[in-house]
């Protein structure tokens, strides 16, 4: 007797969530300069949308700059246009093909905005894992029903999937905690 879904591919799911959610997590400004702030920049060349860093080299000289390396002298307007549209609160200094990005600090207004979408990335990935244990309790029960698996076997698998669910959701709160800490206490 063995069920169509595996525990395995379930926890790979909650952890892809998981790390959607850390990703976004490290694109949201907290006074710090780093190289994940410009990874949602995306700049407007050769006749097609690129990301950032298929056309720059992104590095944190110090601690409040970023600097952005323009590999094409043609590029550079475009870069910058990129960087100011992108919504970020940079402001864009050109100097030849180097682009420097002082990071300003953080207002306590914008840093609740900021404490506020971090809530919202949280919510999307638990709904993320959330629909995970859903498609896995649904598989569970239709193996039960094929009489794939027993009754017992599926409350069993049932209580392991709940208890997968619960310890994603708990590692999806504390990345929000720490960030939204990182955010209001700077």
Known sequence: ?????STGDLKRRMHGAVEALKHDLAG?????????????????????NMPLNQVATVSVPEARMLSVQVWDRSNVQPVEKAIRSAGLGLN????GQMIRLPIPELTEERRKELAKLVGQYAEKARIAVRNVRRDGMDHLKQDEKKHE??????KRLETEVQKLTDD??????????TKEKEILNK
């Open 28 to 48: 949201l400004r907290t006074g710090r300069a780093s190289t994940a702030l410009l990874d949602p920049v995306n700049v407007e060349v050769y006749g097609a």
């Open 149 to 154: 698996i027993s009754e017992d076997e599926r």
């Open 1 to 5: 007797m063995t069920t169509s879904i």
């Open 168 to 177: 994603t959701i708990k590692e999806i709160d504390d990345a929000a905690g």
């Open 92 to 95: 864009p200094i050109t100097d």
